[in-house]
């Protein structure tokens, strides 16, 4: 099991950027493939970015694709999202959430595949 706490949301002018974290518990962390959803307001929560449990493999949404970067620290038990070029259409609560994956190169972009998640980051971009 894993316990998820994001940190790095905030306020931000379109075109700026932000790193959000993910900080897990627990000494298996590696074990587990990490990804980012987000909600936005009045909207259903939606597939940020999902990486593997080595970090090899990534996976995004085509609606950030080329402007957010997922990355992992499996030494610090912690998950990043680089976001560049904020759009205030990136507006959101954005979530990391984890599934156990250990050796799998397999990348869902369902939530429902995933069995843990954090309490959430608000990310609200200005225009």
């Known amino acids: 099991q894993v316990q998820l706490v994001e940190s790095g949301g905030g306020l931000v002018q379109a075109g700026g950027s932000l790193r959000l974290s993910c900080a897990g518990s627990?000494?298996?962390?590696?074990?587990?493939?990490m990804a980012w959803f987000r909600q936005g307001p009045a909207a259903e929560r939606e597939f940020v970015a999902a990486?593997?449990?080595?970090?090899?493999?990534?996976s995004y949404a085509d609606s950030v694709k080329g402007r957010f970067a997922i990355s992992r620290d499996n030494a610090n038990n912690t998950a990043y999202l680089q976001m560049n070029n904020l759009k205030p259409g990136d507006t959101a609560v954005y979530y990391c959430?984890?599934?156990?994956?250990?050796?799998?190169?397999?990348?869902?972009?369902?939530?429902?595949?995933?069995?843990?998640w954090g309490q959430g980051t608000q990310v609200t971009v200005s225009s």
């Open positions: 990486i593997t449990w080595s970090g090899g493999i990534t």
């Open positions: 959430a984890a599934r156990l994956a250990y050796l799998s190169s397999y990348l869902p972009r369902a939530g429902a595949e995933y069995a843990y």
């Open positions: 627990g000494r298996t962390f590696s074990g587990y493939a």
